[in-house]
């Protein structure tokens, strides 16, 4: 009779067996009102120091983790497009 264990935690990623196959996290969807706030503070400002990031996630009801990343993502996209024209 085998019972399952359940997942191992391993750098931040659910890890679904000892083969390293990884279960990830699902695609955060974020709501019009947080994008209207990350894209209002990005406007402001590039980057976050992390007080900032701190009150701005407990502000949207967001991780720290979700406002870095978005905000990495954003910045990317951005420097694309200034690449680009």
Do not use: C, D
Request: hydrophobic share 30%; no cysteine; charged share 25%.
């Amino acid at each position: 009779q085998e019972h399952e264990k359940p997942p191992a935690i391993a750098n931040g990623e659910l890890r679904l067996n000892g083969k390293g196959k990884k279960l990830r996290k699902p695609r955060t969807i974020y709501s019009s009102l947080q994008l209207q706030a990350l894209n209002q503070r990005f406007q402001q400002t590039q980057y976050l120091a992390l007080p900032e990031r701190a009150e701005l996630a407990a502000q949207l009801g967001l991780t720290q983790t979700q406002v870095k990343i978005w905000f990495q993502n954003k910045r990317s996209k951005y420097k694309k497009i200034m690449k680009q024209g």
